[in-house]
């Protein structure tokens, strides 16, 4: 509680910071809605080519990549700054983080809070929109149940992967890329219909790296698609289950990291 | 003669510096393979839709998603070469150093980014590309010739790109805050050069326009040649004319800037 609340206090005070120079601020908000907007006009390109990418048509692409992007864009949102801890552990900044009566998670979650990632949830939000018109769902109560929950849970989900790739920057310091792979590679590998990868690739980030549950898994439940691997429909209402898993497991993890923090002195 | 070696040192110490962070090549390494893997299943996914899709067939659609991975740090295609620290240097007046010395600046500069990109090609661009070659059936050329015409057009690529960033490095005189600028070259670097889908799937006028803008001759056009779907003269023409280009807009507005640049404060 005590961290939310440093949380807050922080981001807020980015926001004021950030409002202070608002023509700026505009046009990185505007950056950032066009640079993953460029995501589906190349998608969009592929579909001016063909009628389906591995048997889905474009409303059904769209519909994972809204899901994914605005999953991601949450996360993104909310602790997205972490990507940069790397740079703290190297410059020695973190140590005045260390020394305030405040959970360094949260501070270094806030750290920089950049409401500019609004431009990406708008974007993924659009999509979604045209996605959820164009394709014809056949609604039921605990489909429209599963969307605002998959939402939340994609978040929490990559919000898990975020805390982890920073608590693997405690250990080494310049591969803050690495995550990278994880995040936006993650995000993009959303976007795209399983049944375009290899089955064990769809293995790994279903049970390795279970990032098939932001999108794929719920979204072939909403679509009336088979879920992929062959799993029982049951298990596209674990993505909560899931994301509590996750965030558990990046928990200790980033404890660990911490714990293992060596400042440089300087 | 003197002046050669001048900036000979300049790019060898510019490929040191880059050779230094080992641990961030190799995450950039696992980063760029990751990317691959994503890129290439849907790739496959699209030639399978559409065989012979913009003139390649499957092992050249896949060959060009390797090829790009492997480029996409040495070339800068997303930006972060050298202009990030020349943006640096005119921010905080440091440039009025670089102006200072009996060095002409804009082939300092170069000769700093050339070392860069010859490191990130090595350390960054030999591993992927041999892990998709290895992995995934690709179109390489058998002849030496090809392979020759291929470093040219590389070796061309790579002054094309510094012109481009040169001359976007050159707008913080103006515009003081890089920001803005940073991320509109990386959406059009992404975008342009075919990083996202090769050029030449871009339908109708888009992709004749994207055909003839500068970008294409980092990614698109040695990886025509490389996969044998381009004439090697017409490549170097259009690439040295890019390049010829702008350098010249460079110098120019270097010229223009340094008559009225202002070193701030210190």
Redesign the interface.
């Known amino acids: 509680m005590e961290g939310l609340r440093a949380y807050r206090l922080i981001g807020a005070m980015w926001i004021r910071s950030t409002m202070a120079y608002r023509a700026?601020f505009a046009?990185?908000t505007f950056?950032?809605f066009?640079?993953t907007a460029?995501?589906f006009?190349?998608i969009l390109?592929?579909f001016?080519?063909?009628?389906?990418?591995?048997g889905w048509p474009l409303p059904e692409v769209a519909f994972l990549y809204g899901l994914s992007s605005v999953a991601f864009g949450l996360a993104d949102l909310a602790i997205g700054s972490m990507e940069r801890l790397g740079q703290r552990v190297r410059d020695g900044t973190l140590d005045t983080l260390l020394v305030r009566p405040a959970p360094v998670l949260a501070q270094v979650a806030a750290d920089r809070f950049a409401l500019r990632r609004l431009g990406r949830i708008t974007q993924g939000s659009l999509v979604l929109g045209y996605a959820l018109t164009a394709v014809d769902i056949h609604w039921t109560p605990l489909r429209l149940l599963l969307m605002p929950v998959a939402v939340l849970s994609g978040a929490a989900i990559f919000c898990a992967v975020f805390v982890a790739g920073a608590a693997f920057q405690f250990v080494?310091?310049?591969?803050?890329?690495?995550q990278?792979?994880f995040t936006y590679?993650g995000a993009?590998?959303l976007q795209?219909p399983p049944?375009?990868?290899?089955r064990e690739?769809v293995r790994g980030v279903t049970f390795l790296l279970p990032l098939a549950f932001v999108t794929w898994i719920p979204a072939a439940y909403v679509l009336g698609r088979p879920i992929p691997l062959g799993l029982p429909s049951w298990v596209a209402f674990a993505p909560p289950l899931v994301a509590g898993a996750c965030c558990a497991l990046a928990g200790l993890a980033w404890r660990a990291g911490l714990r293992s923090y060596r400042s440089t002195g300087s | 003669m003197g002046s050669g070696r001048l900036y000979v040192a300049v790019a060898a110490g510019g490929f040191r510096r880059y050779a230094t962070y080992r641990a961030a090549t190799a995450a950039g390494v696992f980063t760029n393979t990751v990317f691959g893997l994503i890129l290439v299943y849907t790739y496959l996914a699209l030639w399978d839709e559409k065989p012979h899709l913009g003139g390649y067939d499957q092992a050249q659609a896949v060959t060009y998603v390797w090829l790009g991975q492997a480029i996409f740090a040495a070339l800068a295609i997303g930006g972060s070469g050298v202009e990030s620290e020349l943006m640096e240097r005119i921010r905080t007046g440091d440039i009025a150093i670089d102006l200072y010395r009996p060095a002409d600046l804009q082939l300092w500069w170069m000769a700093a980014d050339l070392g860069r990109t010859l490191f990130q090609l090595l350390g960054r661009g030999v591993i992927p590309f041999a892990f998709g070659a290895l992995l995934f059936k690709v179109a390489l050329p058998h002849d030496p010739a090809t392979w020759a015409a291929f470093i040219v057009s590389l070796l061309l690529a790579t002054v094309v790109s510094f012109g481009i960033r040169y001359l976007v490095a050159l707008l913080t005189f103006w515009f003081m805050d890089g920001t803005g600028m940073t991320h509109m070259t990386m959406l059009a670097g992404f975008f342009c050069s075919g990083m996202m889908l090769p050029l030449n799937v871009f339908p109708g006028t888009l992709g004749d326009v994207v055909r003839d803008l500068p970008w294409s001759s980092l990614l698109q056009k040695p990886a025509d040649l490389l996969l044998g779907a381009a004439d090697p003269w017409g490549t170097f023409a259009f690439q040295g004319a890019w390049a010829v280009a702008l350098l010249a807009a460079g110098r120019l507005v270097q010229s223009v800037a340094t008559r009225r640049v202002v070193v701030q404060g210190g």
Do not use: H
């Not at chain 1, 080494?172 to 690495?178: K, L, T």
């Not at chain 1, 049944?195 to 290899?198: A, E, R, Y």
């Open positions: 700026s046009m990185t950056a950032n066009a640079v460029l995501d006009v190349a390109l592929m001016s080519r063909i009628d389906a990418l591995g080494a310091q310049d591969a803050s890329e690495v990278n792979a590679g993009t590998l795209y049944t375009v990868f290899g690739l």
